[in-house]
Nanobody, 117 residues
Framework: QVQPVESGGGSVEAGGSLTLSCVCS????????VGWYHQAPGKQREFVAR???????NYADSVKGRFTISRDNAKNTVYLQMNSLKADDTGVYYC???????????WGQGTQVTVSS
């Protein structure tokens, strides 16, 4: 199984930028997709962005134009570039690995992002 490990969180002022990394323990092209999810304090975890094996991407409406998901196949790493950060972006960001063959779905431990207004 490909296990994700997140890093890159921190504290930033509103309007600032951060880049999160999700290092996967195996061949990133062997899985269906890698996604980023956000859990704000006291709220449910929500979808942020996803990159498919094919390279196709999709985003939550709330981050379109501000966040960019990308990957480095050689490093088995998926990135989330976050620009124009808002206070609402505060929370824990989780990386998710979605595999179809064999079927499994794994979460990382999360990385904290705090945006001060």
């Amino acid at each position: 199984q490909v296990q994700p490990v997140e890093s890159g969180g921190g504290s930033v002022e509103a309007g600032g930028s951060l880049t999160l990394s999700c290092v996967c323990s195996g061949n990133i092209l062997s899985i269906n997709a890698v996604g980023w999810y956000h859990q704000a304090p006291g709220k449910q975890r929500e979808f942020v962005a996803r990159i498919e094996r094919s390279g196709g991407t999709n985003y939550a409406d709330s981050v379109k134009g501000r966040f960019t998901i990308s990957r480095d196949n050689a490093k088995n790493t998926v990135y989330l570039q976050m620009n124009s950060l808002k206070a609402d972006d505060t929370g824990v960001y989780y990386c998710n690995v979605d595999s179809l063959v064999p079927p499994y779905n794994l979460w990382g431990q999360g990385t904290q992002v705090t945006v001060s207004s």
